[in-house]
């Protein structure tokens, strides 16, 4: 650190951009020499703490995100860091806006005085996140351009095909949606483990690709909803892939809007779960079995299976 | 040829004016109203905002009557609402319709825009064609505005209301029929002759109120809106300042200003949609109005990420807000409802020194 003084603690929320960056900003500050304080896993009392503070209307993602800004807060850390993803350099695919208005959205619910805020803004470039979002926070903490240079992570190059496991036997299942929701347990109510369970591999991309076009077909300017398309495409097309399951988070617009599209347009079998606020696990154990079910060659259902 | 448009208001008469400058014609969109909403929302899905659901409505009804050619104008600036640039999803929605063809108008630019009306129409569209056709559209844009605004504000202002109406629908008449820039200069002369000698109320306006939203909604007329504006009749001054024509008309030069204003409240990277209806809140703040209506369609992302932002300059100016989301389950009673609840609030806050 700069000057020899006490390295700040920067808090970092375990939500959304946490998730879409893969980790990197938790990891850029702690090759800085920050004591990062990243906020503990999504839980029941993190997302009211968020859903008691948001309106109505935003996505069930967001409700979370305050959540986790709010433990921070309440936590002592010094500053919180919340970057903001403003689109990819090309000018052609954008996050969804309240995604980008994160920053904006902490400050007006007043959820800590905005002068712990740290909020750089980032960028997509063709080999992933582009470096000014990450000098932009270096230098809010006073470090110096040449260490944050020598503390920028590693790139990571755009990922065409998930790595998808060969082993025989059983279904294979890919697992489409944001990678705030995919990864986050709480959020996507256990469903890896879940599918698991019911002899399933899974396969998930969560690697932040950098998506610089929108996939044909589509004309889609929402990074995500356009990412969501692609990967649902590539397991379509790829024969090891039984089935696909669709995450879409409740009342998220791009993905809502691909929704349809995607039904229309995939020949594999796709189920399409809609997670909300309610994280009542009834209702999507029984739809999951019956997917499950219908990919069998032999249903299993008659023996009253229960996950 | 003949093609097809949703409505957004009143603005598909300068799309059906950009598309007769080059030789077409364009069909008038059904009306809003519940069969349209009922379309919309049986062909979209849940999670699409209200407006993009209306769009949708009209679509199906016209490609039912056997419409086939949608072209649609999308804004010509940085605006990065789902709606534009949708042409392909758009197709992929209605892929059973044979012929369903759909093509926007608009892009960066003029060279954009070119690009966009000769893959449309083929590569023999000239400069010149297209510098006309805008110059139609725009022309057409701005003349709508002006008597959407001029007749709202005549509304409240006027001692005769129904006759304002009248000289509305006669304005929207002639603007779709004028051929070129000299007939909308007469059709604007007129109007402006037209208005100038109405007799006027006595008292000024009770309250006044400024409106913010989403430019879909604030450009819809046929129900809702219809509404809103209902309230001009009862001596209340409605201003709004967005709409069709600042997204037509919206550059990286023109948002600078709004950018800088909105700076306490708006960070990197806003909207169009977002930009506007905070700079302009902020402005019905600082030329102290009595209140603020923010109306958006269920579902509008921008507008959605922007409420929490307008509630806290509304807290910080102590300005009384009012936010109206119309959804799926919008009913004119419900929206009147809540309208007379806003305006006596304001009312008793204005005469009576009450403070909510």
Request: aromatic residues 8%; glycine residues 8%; charged residues 25%.
């Amino acid at each position: 650190m700069v000057g020899g003084a006490a390295p700040p603690r920067v808090g970092v929320p375990r939500s959304i951009l946490h998730y879409e960056f893969d980790g990197a900003i938790a990891r850029f500050l702690r090759a800085l020499g920050v004591e990062v304080v990243l906020s503990p896993p999504t839980n029941a009392e993190i997302f009211r703490t968020g859903k008691r503070l948001v309106i109505d209307e935003l996505c069930f993602p967001i409700k979370i995100f305050v959540g986790h800004v709010a433990h921070l807060a309440s936590q002592g850390v010094d500053r919180i860091a919340i970057p903001t993803i403003v689109g990819h350099v090309n000018d052609r695919v954008f996050p969804c806006h309240p995604r980008s208005r994160l920053p904006d959205i902490v400050r007006a619910l007043g959820v800590c005085d905005a002068d712990r805020l740290l909020t750089p803004a980032f960028r997509y470039d063709r080999e992933g996140l582009a470096k000014g979002g990450f000098l932009a926070l270096a230098q809010s903490l006073g470090i110096s351009e040449a260490a944050a240079e020598r503390a920028l992570p590693e790139r990571r190059p755009t990922r065409q095909t998930p790595n998808v496991p060969v082993a025989p036997g059983g279904l294979t299942i890919g697992v489409v949606g944001h990678p705030y929701v995919v990864e986050d347990r709480w959020a996507s109510n256990q469903l890896v483990g879940r599918l698991e369970r019911l002899d399933c591999r899974v396969v998930t991309d969560t690697a932040p690709t950098p998506i610089d076009y929108a996939p044909e077909g589509t004309g889609l300017h929402f990074a995500l909803a356009a990412r969501t398309v692609r990967m649902t495409r590539v397991f379509d097309r790829d024969d090891r892939i039984d089935g696909i399951v669709f995450l879409l988070p409740f009342n998220c617009g791009p993905d809502g809007d691909v929704a349809r599209h995607l039904a229309r347009t995939t020949s594999k079998p796709l189920l399409t779960l809609v997670l909300d606020e309610l994280q009542s696990s009834a209702g999507l154990v029984t739809r999951l079995e019956a997917f499950i079910d219908l990919l069998r060659p032999v249903p299993a259902a008659a023996g009253g299976r229960s996950t | 040829m003949k093609h097809f448009t949703f409505s957004w208001g009143n603005n598909y008469i300068a799309v059906r004016g950009l598309l007769r400058t080059l030789g077409h014609d364009l069909a008038t969109p059904p009306r809003i109203g519940p069969a349209i909403a009922e379309r919309g929302i049986a062909c979209a899905h849940p999670f699409l905002c209200f407006s993009g659901k209306l769009v949708l409505g009209q679509i199906a009804a016209q490609l039912e009557d056997g419409e086939r050619r949608l072209a649609f104008m999308s804004s010509l600036g940085p605006e990065a609402c789902r709606c534009a640039d949708t042409s392909d999803y758009v197709r992929s929605l209605f892929a059973e319709y044979d012929g369903f063809s759909a093509h926007r108008f608009g892009g960066g630019g003029f060279d954009g825009a070119l690009e966009n009306l000769r893959s449309h129409f083929g590569p023999q569209i000239r400069r010149s064609q297209c510098f006309r056709a805008y110059a139609a559209f725009m022309g057409k844009v701005d003349l709508l505005y002006k008597v959407d605004k001029r007749c709202t504000r005549l509304r409240c202002l006027s001692t005769e209301p129904s006759r304002v109406r009248a000289i509305e629908r006669e304005a929207l008449d002639r603007i779709d029929r004028a051929p070129g820039p000299f007939a909308l200069w007469r059709v604007s002369r007129w109007f402006d002759r037209a208005t100038a000698r109405f007799p006027l109320r006595r008292e000024p306006p009770s309250l006044r109120i400024g409106i913010v939203g989403g430019e879909h909604i604030l450009s819809e007329l046929d129900s809702i809106m219809a509404v809103i504006k209902g309230m001009a009749e009862r001596g209340i001054l409605l201003d709004w300042r967005s709409g069709f024509r600042m997204l037509a008309r919206s550059s990286e030069r023109t948002l600078a200003p709004l950018k800088e204003k909105c700076r306490d409240y708006l960070h990197e990277a806003p909207s169009t949609s977002e930009l506007f209806s905070c700079a302009h809140a902020l402005d019905f703040v600082s030329e102290a109005y009595d209140g603020l209506l923010h109306i958006y369609a269920f579902g509008c992302m921008p507008q959605t990420a922007l409420k929490p932002v307008l509630q806290r300059i509304a807290a910080d100016a102590q300005m009384p807000l009012l936010s109206l989301a119309i959804g799926d389950r919008f009913a004119e009673e419900g929206l009147e409802g809540r309208l007379e609840a806003f305006i006596d609030l304001l009312d008793a806050r204005k005469n009576q020194g009450v403070n909510p």
